[in-house]
């Protein structure tokens, strides 16, 4: 996992920590304001309060579902979806290993963007720094799963029609009452054997970079399923 020891050394700096105790007391006096904040409230104000906490912690999954809320009562006004892509990269620049962020990134990236390509640019910078980070894994995984043209919840979907076997199950929960402007693109086998062999040389050189990368091993097992059955359709 990520290495801890820079960040509890800098702890050690009277400066360092007088200024995040400041920093904590004010988030702990904005974070019930952030909670008591509806719909009905000024929603630019109260998203500008959630961004601004959660840039600074960006863990609480109550925040992250507060934004969602709020971003779905503006969507008569609509809202800019790069700014989201944005802050989940910020937040995640600050903990990549914040559930919260991965989930609402999946959130807009399944209802509202489909640019994947640079999504999978986007997890390969974060597994520079982690290669083991699952997190990131299981996003990417995500993002597969929609470039191979599986449902908007993540799932993977199975080559052969005569295959009724679950590669990668639902990460998300699609509901009908959620809005979106994304669609499920139909893949050719050509494309799809293209993106997994991008995948498989992917994660190949994780594995050799890090052996003990468990997240690389299972993202590869899964890939096998699916070039199993591409290398059977063209049979």
């Not at 509890?8 to 988030?27: G, I």
């Not at 906490?53 to 779905?72: A, E, F, G, H, T």
């Not at 959130?107 to 390509?117: A, C, E, G, K, R």
């Amino acid at each position: 996992g990520r290495r801890r020891q820079e960040y509890k050394d800098r702890l050690k700096d009277p400066k360092f920590s007088e200024n995040l105790v400041k920093k904590a007391q004010q988030w702990n006096t904005l974070f019930p304001q952030a909670l008591l904040m509806s719909s009905h409230s000024n929603v630019p104000q109260a998203l500008a309060l959630t961004e601004k906490l959660l840039l600074v912690n960006p863990d609480p999954l109550v925040l992250w579902n507060k934004r969602r809320r709020l971003l779905l009562a503006s969507l008569e006004h609509e809202f800019n979806i790069s700014e989201e892509l944005s802050l989940t990269a910020s937040c995640l620049q600050r903990n990549p290993k914040a559930y919260g962020a991965w989930f609402h990134r999946k959130w807009i990236v399944s209802n509202y963007t489909s640019d994947l390509q640079k999504e999978l640019d986007l997890t390969a910078l974060f597994l520079k720094q982690d290669e083991r980070n699952f997190h990131c894994w299981n996003y990417r995984s995500f993002c597969v799963g929609l470039l191979l043209g599986g449902s908007k919840d993540g799932s993977w979907p199975s080559i052969r029609l005569d295959n009724g076997d679950i590669v990668m199950g639902a990460q998300v929960v699609v509901t009908p009452t959620t809005t979106t402007t994304s669609t499920t693109t139909i893949v050719s086998e050509e494309e799809c054997t293209k993106i997994l062999s991008a995948e498989w040389d992917f994660c190949s050189q994780k594995i050799q970079d890090n052996f003990s990368n468990y997240s690389a091993l299972h993202h590869r097992s899964k890939l096998v399923l699916l070039l199993r059955d591409v290398t059977l359709s063209n049979e």
